[in-house]
């Protein structure tokens, strides 16, 4: 009996593996830049965690999510959902900074733009 228990926890762990396998085959791969950001967006979240002084699991708490995935955005997991990054950052009072940062009005650029018609859509 203890045999048949043996192969079955390795079964279940062979198939697992074949699972995750075909997992990372499906997912498109990440280019090394995005990797970089990602570490660089997680460092600066945590830099500004500890300036307010929080704890991981308060931050966690408040944005509704595990401590361990607030691990992953920290650290520069670039698969994290985007929920779960936006969450954070707005629990550390960050939100309206980063949508001004990416609003087109506060560039120069942008505003140019803004004057010409833009089209609906870009083909």
């Known amino acids: 009996m203890r045999i048949m228990r043996y192969n079955a926890y390795y079964c279940d762990f ?21 990797y970089n950001t990602a570490a660089e967006l997680g460092e600066s979240l945590k830099t500004w965690r500890r300036v307010y002084e929080l704890k991981a699991s308060q931050v966690a ?30 629990s550390v009072g960050l939100l309206d900074s980063l949508t001004g940062s990416l609003d087109p009005l506060n560039h120069d650029l942008g505003r140019a733009r803004v004057t010409e018609s833009l089209p609906k859509r870009v083909r």
Request: aromatic content about 8%; overall charge positive; proline content about 4%.
């Open 14 to 34: 062979y198939i697992d593996i074949i699972l995750k396998f075909e997992y990372l085959k499906c997912m498109k791969k990440i280019s090394k830049q995005v």
């Open 61 to 90: 708490e408040r944005a509704g999510i595990s401590p361990g995935t607030l691990s992953k955005i920290e650290n520069g997991d670039p698969s994290v959902s985007l929920s779960a990054f936006l969450e954070v950052v707005k």
